[in-house]
């Protein structure tokens, strides 16, 4: 950049500092903050306006649909056992209760008023030996 290296900036700070005297190079320091700030906001600004014109922001927004760190693998898992397990309880169903009418059976009203046994789950052990998951599934029977 410039041809300007650490060795040559400090230099010339350096060179500053003795022109401008112990004296005056506390006002001359907020000053040149208060520059950087000022520059920093104004870049800011004109990268925001230019991404409104050119239409970034609907680009990003497309991209960030697609991002791949939003598929979380334990969400995915947990997702799949319970629709495994929903798939699982109309399979049990009566015919006419998968439709939407209830059957009017023994069995069902027996059921309707025990509370059903929580399914029994464990820790399994996933990933790699470098990075080990643990996960909460249902146990298998």
Do not use: C
């Amino acid at each position: 950049m410039f041809g300007l290296t650490i060795e040559k900036l400090f230099l010339m700070a350096l060179i500053a500092a003795v022109i401008i005297g112990p004296r005056r190079l506390p006002e001359y320091a907020g000053r040149l903050g208060a520059l950087v700030r000022r520059v920093t906001l104004l870049a800011g600004d004109a990268a925001r306006r230019a991404e409104q014109e050119a239409g970034v922001t609907s680009i990003r927004q497309e991209w960030t649909a697609l991002d791949p760190r939003q598929y979380d693998p334990r969400r995915i898992i947990r997702d799949a056992w319970a629709a495994g397990e929903s798939a699982e309880s109309r399979e049990r169903m009566p015919i006419d209760a998968a439709d939407g009418a209830t059957a009017n059976t023994e069995d069902e009203t027996q059921s309707e008023s025990e509370p059903e046994p929580e399914p029994e789950r464990a820790w399994i052990m996933g990933g790699s030996s470098g990075h080990p998951r643990r996960m909460w599934v249902p146990a298998h029977s």
